[in-house]
């Protein structure tokens, strides 16, 4: 089946078969979050981007392997409900982003910062520190070497702009800058993005409107 990046709380999860990585997505509520678990497929290694909620769907997801680790995008409560619960569960080492781990109630293992290496299996991410809808947002690339790339951007990017900064200009001109550089400046328009809430998109079809959400402001 074709992979389309739709998924709705309650619903199954979809799942995008990639040759060295399979990634698997899911909605959880209250707040429509989704949530990533990458495979390596020589390894059977997991990680799981992003213990939103509904703890007992993402051990379903998890299922019997287990995970490695988790990865928390940023610090914002709706993105780490369910973290405690699954960590307790998996005994999974937890990511987040440096300037953001004191704002995550459960401790960080491993602190990340811009360009640092994520391993799952034989896999290797990079993440990228994007700051503006919080201090440490961290969004993770995949340059699958027999593709195109693939982003997770937590809440800093999604179809139609980028994340929330909360009427706060200096916040929106930073998180901005920071996407256009390290997102769109570094990857091709081919780049899969994947969000923290609704619908995935792709670099190519949002690229076209880079200046009109900088002079809208959001």
């Known amino acids: ?12 999860a979809d799942v995008h078969e990639l040759t060295d990585l399979m990634i698997s997505k899911v909605a959880v509520g209250p707040m429509d979050n989704n949530a990533y678990l990458l495979r390596c497929r020589a390894t059977g290694e997991q990680l799981l981007i992003d213990a939103a909620n509904d703890a007992a769907t ?9 995970i490695g680790a988790v990865l928390t995008t940023h610090r914002h409560g709706d993105h780490w409900q369910a973290l405690a619960e699954v960590v307790a569960a998996t005994g999974a ?4 982003g440096r300037e953001d781990a004191e704002g995550i ?13 994520v391993r799952v299996g034989q896999v290797e991410l ?13 969004a993770l690339v995949y340059d699958d070497p027999h593709g195109h790339p693939h982003v997770f951007t937590g ?20 998180l901005i800058d920071d996407v256009e550089t390290k997102i769109f400046g570094a990857l091709p328009d081919e780049t899969w993005v ?3 809430h609704g619908k995935d998109t792709t670099l190519g079809a949002e690229r076209p409107h880079l200046a009109e959400w900088r002079a809208r402001g959001w």
């Not at 809440?155 to 930073?174: E, Q």
């Open 126 to 138: 990079t993440a990228r520190h994007l700051v503006g809808h919080t201090p440490g947002s961290i």
């Open 155 to 174: 809440d800093c990017l999604f179809p139609g702009g980028v994340g929330n900064t909360f009427d706060d200009a200096t916040a929106f001109a930073r």
């Open 93 to 96: 080492r937890t990511y987040a």
């Open 105 to 117: 109630p459960v401790a960080t293992d491993a602190a990340l910062d811009d360009g640092d290496t």
């Open 1 to 12: 089946m074709t992979y389309k990046g739709d998924v709705t709380v309650g619903g199954p």
């Open 58 to 66: 993402l051990l379903t997801l998890i299922g019997d392997d287990g």
């Open 194 to 196: 994947y969000p923290g």
